[in-house]
């Protein structure tokens, strides 16, 4: 299955919630402040970056519902709309579906390859879903 698959029975969300790595050092300044204005995020990324640079990212965050706003004066007070891990676990469902919208054997690599990284990377959570899939799969 490439990237290109424009499935229509695919929802392609996965696409707006992956995020660039300004974007992402913008919504962990806000999961770690709750809320924050564009200037109070530049002062926080402790580095030399344009003001509309970061006015242009929030801006994109909030069209991607991660990030809600409201006038405050002059500016906007932006606050996070959705946890960190409620993200990631959005990500992960999104990017899961996307796969497993292919075909069969796009699906068993799919699977065949998440169970060989956990077993590198975790002994035990691979033993915890093989006893899932057993207990699951009793009739």
């Known amino acids: 299955m490439s990237l290109e698959d424009n499935s229509p029975t ?3 969300t996965v696409l707006r919630l992956i995020l660039g790595p ?8 806000l999961w770690s402040s709750g809320e924050c204005t564009v200037r109070g995020v ?10 509309t640079t970061v006015m242009t990212t929030m ?7 991660l990030v809600s706003r409201r006038m405050q004066g002059q500016a906007y007070l932006y606050w996070p709309i959705v946890t960190c891990r409620e993200w990631k676990e959005r990500v992960a469902r999104d990017v899961v579906a996307k796969l497993l919208a292919g075909s069969r054997a796009s699906r068993e690599v799919l699977l065949a ?3 060989e990284a956990a077993a590198q990377s975790d002994e035990l959570l691979l033993r ?3 006893k899932t899939l057993r207990n699951g799969h009793k009739g």
């Not at 530049?42 to 003001?51: D, F, M, P």
């Not at 801006?59 to 519902?65: A, G, I, N, P, S």
Request: proline share 0%.
């Open 10 to 12: 695919v929802n392609h």
């Open 22 to 29: 300004l974007e992402t050092e913008v919504m962990e300044i």
């Open 42 to 51: 530049v002062l926080r990324l402790n580095r030399s970056i344009a003001y």
């Open 59 to 65: 801006d994109r965050l909030f069209r991607k519902k």
């Open 113 to 115: 390859c998440l169970l």
């Open 128 to 130: 915890e879903i093989e």
